[in-house]
């Protein structure tokens, strides 16, 4: 059992920068494989992000490769989300998740825990 909580999000202009947290507690975190989803209000919970549990091999929706980054330091049960040049469009509620999967999976589905989310709102 893995309990997963966000922070990190909050208001930013336009072409600016956030760093989310997920801060996991509970049994053997280092071995799950970790993601980040969004949430947009009216729309469905889309992929962002994952990465593997030693860190080595990561994945990213499409349309975010090279503006967001994934990273995770196992030593304090933490993953990140470096988010850059943010997008009015980028405004979400972000979820961090956990997943048995050794291979990083790319849709909700393959993931096991949630976090609450945190709010990310981008203005223009």
């Known amino acids: 059992q893995v309990q997963l909580v966000e922070s990190g999000g909050g208001l930013v202009q336009a072409g600016g920068s956030l760093r989310l947290s997920c801060a996991a507690s509970g049994r053997a975190y280092s071995t799950y494989s970790m993601g980040w989803f969004r949430q947009a209000p009216g729309k469905e919970r889309e992929f962002v992000a994952a990465i593997s549990w030693s860190g080595r091999f990561t994945n990213y929706a499409q349309s975010l490769k090279g503006r967001f980054t994934i990273s995770r330091d196992n030593a304090k049960n933490m993953v990140d989300l470096q988010m850059n040049g943010l997008k009015p469009e980028d405004t979400a509620v972000y979820y961090c998740?956990?997943?048995?999967?050794?291979?990083?999976?790319?849709?909700?589905?393959?993931?096991?825990?949630w976090g609450q989310g945190t709010q990310v709102t981008v203005s223009s």
């Open positions: 998740a956990g997943s048995n999967s050794v291979v990083p999976p790319v849709t909700k589905n393959g993931y096991d825990y």
